[in-house]
Antibody
Framework: EVQLVESGGGLVQPGWSLRLPCTAS????????MTWVRQAPGKGLEWVAN????????YYADSVKGRFTISRDNAVNSLYLQMNSLRAEDTAVYYC????????????????WGQGVLVTVSS | DIHMTQSPSSLSTYVGDRVTITCRAS??????LNWYQQRPGQAPKLLIY???SLQIGVPSRFSGSGFGTEFTLIIASLRPEDSATYYC??????????FGQGTKVEVK
């Protein structure tokens, strides 16, 4: 069964950095685009970033561009989110997720999600 | 950026009722529209991809339709386990995605 397990969350002060790892198992990690999605407490889902299989393409939401970096290490089946200059509004549960391209690669959607990790930014 | 607007933001109705949720995109996204269900305390779950295709394992009472800027998720006959928040998400162009704000469905 496909599994995605996030870690690295916790309480940090504004301006600090944090790195979230996500370990994937039971699928060929290197064959899939991957994504991070977050959800502030009591709020809706917000897409954060996507990364291509070989890391040659990365895309970010405007709210995190220049502060967050998505990366991956296919050798150890891991996805990462490096978060710098954290703000109170970055407080959220962060989900690591897999992107699947349906209908012969035409329609991407998120088909598997981790359980999420909470990041709290507060002084 | 493409903005997604869902309506209603919440609804409360009875077991067996038909539920319709609408999602509007700020520009033409073709069929690049997905629907997710999120139960309290759980990660989201994919229901519909490509606007109208049912994800494997999703009950057939769920259906999606639409093209361009107007999309609809229908639950044909509501069940208690359908209590959840439903999100649309556009996956069109340049891989910068956006979600709708969500529709909370309460089953009375």
């Amino acid at each position: 069964e496909v599994q995605l397990v996030e870690s690295g969350g916790g309480l940090v002060q504004p301006g600090w950095s944090l790195r979230l790892p996500c370990t994937a198992s039971a699928f060929s990690f290197s064959n899939y685009w991957m994504t991070w999605v977050r959800q502030a407490p009591g709020k809706g889902l917000e897409w954060v970033a996507n990364i291509k299989q070989d890391s040659s393409e990365k895309y970010y939401a405007d709210s995190v561009k220049g502060r967050f970096t998505i990366s991956r290490d296919n050798a150890v089946n891991s996805l990462y989110l490096q978060m710098n200059s954290l703000r109170a509004e970055d407080t959220a549960v962060y989900y690591c997720a897999r992107i699947f391209y349906y209908e012969n690669g035409v329609y991407p959607a998120i088909d598997y999600w981790g359980q999420g990790v909470l990041v709290t930014v507060s002084s | 950026d493409i903005h997604m607007t869902q309506s209603p933001s919440s609804l409360s109705t009875y077991v067996g009722d038909r539920v319709t949720i609408t999602c509007r995109a700020s520009e033409n996204i073709g069929r690049h529209l997905n629907w997710y269900q999120q139960r309290p305390g759980q990660a989201p779950k994919l229901l519909i991809y490509g606007a109208s295709s049912l994800q494997i394992g999703v009950p057939s009472r769920f259906s999606g339709s639409g093209f361009g800027t107007e999309f609809t998720l229908i639950i044909a006959s509501l069940r208690p386990e359908d209590s959840a928040t439903y999100y649309c998400q556009q996956s069109y162009g340049a891989l910068t995605w956006t979600f709708g704000q969500g529709t909370k469905v309460e089953v009375k």
